[in-house]
Each structure stands twice: as C-alpha cells, then as structure tokens.
C-alpha cells in the first residue's frame, strides 16, 4: 500500500535512576547519586552529564529564574574501560563503574548543602547509536535533621486487619466441625 508506512521505535539507550526518585540528605552529609544505563548494541566515546537545577531564586527578574549547572562530565571509550573526567564540581565524585554487569555512573555529592537541593539530571548521550540521548532525573532534598517516622497508625491498623481475618478463620473453622458433628449424629440416627 502506498499510503501505509511502519514506523519503528526502539529506545535502544536507556537512563534510570532506580526504584524511586526522591533523595533525603542530612546537611553536612555525604549522598549518592544514582544513576545506570543499558543499551542494546554496546557504546564507544559515550559521554554522560551530571546537570543541577537549583530550587534557589538567583539574580534579578530579568535573568532565568533557575540556577542550570554542569557538575560532572565524563567519558567513556569502550565497555572494557572505566571513565574519564571530561569535568567536575571538586564536591562531586565519580563512585560508579562501567567495566562490570552494570552500566554504573552515579556521583556522590560530598558536603551537602541547604543550597544543594533541588533537580539532578543524568545525561547520557552514545555516538554509537547515532547519537542516541536519555536522561533521568532525582529530586534532592536536604534537611537539618533525619526524622523518624510513627508508625503507630499502620500497626494498630495491622493489628486490627490481622485479627479481623484471624477471627474468620477461626469461625469458619467452628462453623465446619458443628457441621461436621451434625452430620454424624443425623447419620447415626
């Protein structure tokens, strides 16, 4: 058919910062920064990016709003070699490696800050699929002190669903041996 055309799509490179994308820091503390990366038909001369968005006003009204920094760069030759610093943040630290099973390339960002929170991007961007790029992005948030959470509620709640379901089975339990006993004693009539 003339008119009728296939369109493929395969998202060949893939960028994921796991499970979930929230981060809680102490301030003054060390926090890493996940982030991995697949592809399907390898990479050469890969370069991924570390970008930060500051939640921070800066500056006057007539510039952005939002601070934009790059506070790592690095490059990698192949899958047998480790990455290379293109650029970094001299807080930020390069803790992962891509020699392995995963295609690791998560930072840690050292001395945590109030200021550090906010919006990290992984870039990552492969020549080898025609300059295939994904990112993905974790929000940061700091704060001065970790605060336990209570949980009373959801046990008590527990507690309650577990006992309810308990109390089921126990009475189909009884339910079926006095039928069980009725039975008998009408069969041995």
């Not at 921070?56 to 290379?84: C, D, N, R």
């Not at 300059?131 to 992005?137: E, I, K, P």
Request: charged share 15%; aromatic share 8%; glycine share 6%.
């Amino acid at each position: 058919l003339p008119g009728l055309q296939v369109v493929v799509v395969a998202f060949a490179l893939e960028v994921s910062v796991g499970k979930t994308n929230t981060v809680m820091a102490l301030n003054s503390s060390n926090v890493l920064l996940p982030c991995t990366f697949t592809t399907c038909i390898g990479f050469q001369d890969l370069v991924f990016t570390w970008y930060f968005n500051s939640t921070e006003l800066v500056g006057p009204a007539s510039l952005p709003p939002f601070l934009h920094l790059q506070i790592y760069q690095g490059k990698i030759k192949s899958k047998t070699s480790e990455p290379t610093v293109v650029s970094s943040n001299p807080r930020v630290e390069f803790v992962g490696s891509t020699t392995g099973k995963d295609n690791n390339i998560s930072i840690v960002l050292n001395s945590v800050e109030f200021s550090d929170a906010g919006k990290y991007t992984c870039h990552v961007k492969n020549p080898k699929e025609k300059n295939a790029q994904h990112n993905a992005t974790i929000f940061l948030t700091v704060v001065q002190k970790m605060v336990e959470t209570d949980n009373t509620v959801t046990l008590i709640i527990v507690g309650v669903v577990g006992g309810l379901i308990g109390l089921l089975i126990l009475f189909m339990l009884i339910k079926r041996v006095v039928l069980f006993i009725i039975k008998k004693t009408q069969d041995g009539k």
